[in-house]
């Protein structure tokens, strides 16, 4: 079976750009994660959806960042203006009874 | 605010060494997690535990919940070069799914 795909692996964009970060959950998943980590504070959760809707976004740093869930299986994460301080590894993860399962991750720099 | 607080946040060790890595919250937890994250990847579930007091053995790890559900430990036996990584708690609260990192443990068996 697939694992949680996220796309891309690496951007490395310029500060003002808009950043797009895609997630596919595994099938069958019914809550998906959004994270954020980086070196300094580690492992932080953005934002977690339960059947497509928006449960819980307050680990969203401000009106820059939105995410969306239209469908059981894609997600985005985007990021208008991007700045340097958003430069991080996001991570999507989606989750069933047994556990919670990661993605590869999405390496984002903002120069 | 970081709810759990592992340590130590580094460790360096021989191979064959035992070794215990603590997670430490305030608050109480409905279950919590512990996790392994290699380089460039994301994070991998290794065991999920769930009664105050459980205690869960993979292998040469041995996972335990404490008591009042607000502590773990993840106890090492003769470890391996293969155990080297970044070791994540993780809990759940009552109520929702809003699954919550620890500050982590970096941890490396020298051959």
């Known amino acids: 079976d697939a694992g949680v795909i996220q796309s891309p692996r690496h951007e490395v964009t310029e500060m003002g750009q808009e950043v797009t970060l895609r997630c596919k959950p595994i099938?069958?998943?019914?809550?998906l994660f959004w994270y954020r980590q980086t070196m300094m504070r580690g492992l932080e959760l953005l934002i977690y959806?339960?059947?497509?809707?928006?449960?819980?976004d307050s680990g969203m740093p401000e009106d820059r960042f939105s995410a969306k869930m239209p469908n059981a299986s894609f997600s985005t994460l985007k990021i208008q203006p991007s700045e340097p301080r958003d430069s991080a590894v996001y991570f999507c993860a989606s989750a069933r009874v047994a556990g919670v399962f990661f993605g590869e991750g999405s390496r984002l720099t903002v120069l | 605010t970081q709810l759990l607080e592992q340590s130590p946040q580094f460790l360096s060790i021989q191979e064959g060494e035992n070794l215990t890595v603590y997670c430490n919250s305030s608050s109480v937890f409905s279950s919590l997690q512990w996790y392994r994250q290699e380089p460039g990847e994301g994070p991998v579930l290794l065991v999920t535990?769930?009664?105050?007091?459980e205690v869960k053995k993979l292998k040469r790890l041995t996972f335990q919940f404490g008591d009042a559900r607000k502590d773990s430990s993840l106890h090492i036996t003769a470890a391996q070069p293969g155990d080297t990584g970044l070791y994540l708690c993780?809990?759940?609260?009552?109520?929702?799914?809003?699954?919550?990192f620890g500050t982590g443990t970096r941890l490396t068996i020298i051959p």
């Open positions: 959806f339960n059947n497509n809707v928006p449960i819980d």
């Open positions: 535990v769930v009664t105050g007091g």
């Open positions: 099938s069958g998943h019914n809550s």
């Open positions: 993780a809990g759940v609260p009552f109520g929702n799914e809003k699954l919550t």
